[in-house]
Each structure stands twice: as C-alpha cells, then as structure tokens.
C-alpha cells in the first residue's frame, strides 16, 4: 500500500505540479536569445515534446519499480526516475521561457507509458530492462534530430537537450549492464511507430 501512495503521489507530481530539479538547468547562466516568433514556435514545439518524453519516462520507470521483486533493480529505477525529474524541470523552464506550454494529453501519455512500462516489467526483469534500453536509445536519437532542428541562436534549449541526451544513453548503458535482454525487431518497431504518433501529435497538442 505504501508503495501504491507513493507512485499515485509521484503521478500527480509529475502531471500537475511544477517539478523541482535537484541540480540547476545546464541552460542557467546562458542568456535568453531574442527570436523571431516562427523559431520562438518551433522551439516551443520541440522542448514541449521532449517534456512529454520526461513525463513518458516517470511512468516508465514507476510502473517497473512496482512490479519487479529485486530491490536493487527497484533502487536504480527509482534512481533513474528521479534523475528524468532534472529533465521534466529543465523542459518546463524552456517552455516558461519561450511562452509555451506542456501538451494538453500529458495524463493520456502518461497512462499509455505507465500501461506499457507495467506490462514489460509483468514479463520478466531482463524485459523490463530491454524495454528501458530501446526507450533510451530511440529517446536519444530524437534529441540528436532536435539538436539539428533547434535555432541556432537558442542556446540554452540546446543545452539542455545536448545534457539530456548525455544521461539517456547513460541510462541505456545501465540497464544493458544490469541483464537487460534485447527486444524482438517487432516490438522495436512497434515502439519506433507509437512514438512517431506521440510527437507529432505533441508537437502541437
């Protein structure tokens, strides 16, 4: 029971509160760029994706640290989450920055993740850490595509995604040393589509 509290309490965080990094944005410092308003949009856009993709995350990794039996699996979920809780603030703040907003289907996301997550980590732990490794690395390639898509002169948003690439392949890493068994080309490819509905529907929702 204490851990049911526990994960609604960090779904509700995650979906209506504004989150609290544990360390400053690795924008801070940078000065705000003055953009015409079709690169101000288009930033807008992409940072409110790559806050989805935080939010998608959380659930991700709660759900598998409700399931999975081993503590120390749980423990570096937990870890992994709290971490992704730097992104969700440091993706706000651009979008506070740059007049934008979160996507309006936050909840339906992260439900949708929170329902996949929950159903890998029911398979077996080696599963639950593929599912983490694909996530990660599909999540990496979409931050490197966001780096050649973002204004140049918005430095600070391109911070923060470069950073966040860095600690997504780094949590890939992790999962891969800690057993994860790799993901039949099916599912990667399933995984591939619903992602491509998920941000282009965020991109402007």
Excluded at 50 to 62: F, I, P, R, S, T
Excluded at 104 to 125: E, H, R, V
Excluded at 150 to 170: F, G, I, N, T, Y
Aim: hydrophobic share 45%; aromatic share 4%.
């Amino acid at each position: 029971m204490d851990q049911f509290l526990s994960t609604a309490d960090s779904a509700l965080r995650t979906l209506f509160a504004r989150p609290r990094a544990s360390e400053a944005s690795p924008a801070h410092g940078s000065p705000e760029p003055q953009l015409g308003e079709s690169d101000r949009r288009l930033s807008g856009a992409l940072m409110r994706v790559n806050h989805v993709g935080e939010v998608c995350a959380q659930a991700l990794y709660l759900s598998q640290a409700i399931v999975t039996q081993d503590p120390a699996l749980r423990d570096s979920l937990l870890a992994s989450a709290r971490e992704e809780v730097d992104h969700l603030a440091w993706t706000r703040e651009r979008l506070d920055a740059l007049g934008s907003r979160p996507s309006l289907l936050n909840p339906l996301w992260f439900a949708g993740a929170f329902a996949i997550g929950f159903g890998a980590a029911k398979i077996s732990d080696r599963i639950s850490l593929g599912f983490v490794v694909e996530t990660e690395r599909q999540v990496s390639e979409h931050l490197h595509d966001h780096l050649g898509r973002l204004p140049a002169q918005d430095e600070p948003s391109r911070q923060v995604v470069a950073r966040m690439q860095q600690d997504e392949e780094r949590h890939a890493a992790q999962a891969l040393a800690a057993g994860a068994r790799e993901l039949p080309v099916p599912a990667r490819l399933l995984m591939k589509a619903a992602a491509k509905v998920m941000t282009a529907t965020a991109h402007y929702i």
